[in-house]
Structures are given as structure tokens and as C-alpha cells.
């Protein structure tokens, strides 16, 4: 597997051995996100469907470098280029944990990925849609409210890889998950209820991780179980809770 930029990162954590092509292939669950930690904060379910399950298999795919972030506290004097290896860091950290079967990240700065048609963008996208096999059951990508600019970059890229897929190849189910913003205000015909309740405990290992963002000033441990809880009991008005954790 090749991917554009030379500071790409392709990990497929241990004990697998597979070969990154081979293990794209047999993917069934897919998350292509903007930045370290928001698969874990906003696609849990997907990584919760494949935990530990024979015969599915979870891979993520982070497209930025990370650069940017916040810096406060421990992290306050640390450089823009070591956050961003430290983040790279625990997106290895976190692809271990929840026992994924293929860490990407594409080392792309924002910018590039709100250029339609960049070039390397455009290139690895295709090669990652392109590579995975007839197993691929679904897609998470994130939603057009969201109000991170990079956020709705990356869904617009991701968009036009797969149309630019044989109609044949493209995913069979893709989902917009929440970030951003939440999905409270939109009409309950058009969401998709996913049931976060499984395993709490590596739910919240995997936020955790990312101490670089939760100790450089952002909460997103408690932010993130926080909505799913929320979620869980506002969800419906007339009926009593079905799950402790909804996204």
C-alpha cells in the first residue's frame, strides 16, 4: 500500500501480521474522519461492532496531521510538529486498544483537504475506497451540519471518491455521525439510532487516550459520554430508555 505523502502513517496493530492491502480488503466497517480521536468520540459504534467479533473488521482512517490543536497545561509549550507526533501517537495507542484491523492517517494538512481535486487527497481516497473488497458493509463518514469546516471537507472529499466508484463498487450503507454539532433538531425519519451501551468500559479507555486534547483543554472524555447518554434518554418523548448510549 502507497499513500501520498511521505509522513503518512499505515499501522496495522499487533499481534496481526496481515499486510495493509490485504487487511483494507477484508474491511467490513470503515470511518474516514478528520482528525486523531474523532473516531473514537464520533464513531464508537463502528469500532464497537467489530471489537472482538470473528469475521468483522474495523478500519480507520484519519486524513489530517492534527496540527493546530489546542495547547494548554502540560501541553502548553509543546510545538505545533510534536503535537502533531504525539497525536499520531495515540491514534496508534487507540487503534491497539479497540483492536482494529487497519490504522491509516494521511498526514494531510486542512487546507489541502478543503481544496477540491487536490491531487494527493484525491489519490489516497481513491486508493482506500477503491481497495476495499465486496465485504465493506458500511461507511462512517461525518455529517454535512457539522459546524468544523475541516469536518465537512473531509465528507465532500469522501463523497466524491465514492461517486467516483463504479456504481457496482460503492459502499452499500454510509452514515453521517455526529460531531460538531449533535443530530437532536433533525426529524427522526432521516437519523440512525446506534446503540453505544457495549463495553463502557473500553468506550471510555479509547477517549481517554487522547490525553494531548482532555488535559490541553478539551473535555471531549466527558463531552462525548455525556451526548450519548443524553441521546440515550432524549431520544423518545412516550418510551421509557432502550439503551444506555446513543449516537
Not at 475541516?150 to 452514515?175: D, F, G, M, N, S
Request: some cysteine.
Amino acid at each position: 500500500m502507497k499513500l501520498s505523502r511521505p509522513d503518512a502513517d499505515i499501522f496495522v496493530p499487533p499481534p496481526s501480521t496481515t499486510a495493509p492491502a490485504a487487511a483494507l480488503a477484508r474491511t467490513t466497517h470503515l470511518c474516514v474522519i478528520a482528525h486523531q480521536d474523532d473516531i473514537e468520540i464520533n464513531a464508537y459504534p463502528a469500532v464497537a461492532a467489530c471489537y472482538e467479533r470473528p469475521g468483522k473488521f474495523f478500519t480507520g482512517v484519519v486524513m489530517t496531521n492534527g496540527a493546530g490543536s489546542a495547547r494548554t497545561g502540560k501541553f502548553a509549550h509543546v510545538t505545533d510538529a510534536e503535537m502533531q507526533g504525539i497525536r499520531r501517537e495515540e491514534q496508534r495507542r487507540a487503534a491497539v486498544l479497540g483492536k482494529y484491523n487497519l490504522q491509516l492517517q494521511l498526514g494531510h494538512p486542512s487546507a489541502d483537504v478543503k481544496k477540491p481535486g487536490h491531487a494527493g487527497v484525491r489519490a489516497d481516497l481513491a486508493a482506500i475506497f477503491g481497495g476495499c473488497g465486496p465485504a465493506l458493509e458500511c461507511v462512517y463518514l461525518h455529517q454535512p451540519a457539522d459546524k468544523h469546516d475541516t469536518h465537512v471537507a473531509c465528507l465532500l472529499r469522501c463523497l466524491e471518491a465514492i461517486r467516483a466508484l463504479p456504481r457496482e463498487k460503492r459502499p452499500k450503507r454510509v452514515l453521517g455521525v455526529e460531531g460538531w454539532r449533535d443530530l437532536d433538531w433533525l426529524a427522526d425519519a432521516d437519523k440512525v439510532g446506534m446503540d453505544t451501551s457495549p463495553n463502557p468500559a473500553l468506550a471510555k479507555q479509547l477517549v481517554d487516550v487522547f490525553e494531548s486534547q482532555i488535559a490541553g483543554g478539551k473535555r471531549y472524555d466527558l463531552a462525548a459520554m455525556g451526548r450519548r447518554v443524553a441521546n440515550a434518554t432524549f431520544f423518545a418523548s412516550h418510551a421509557t430508555d432502550t439503551a444506555e448510549g446513543l449516537s
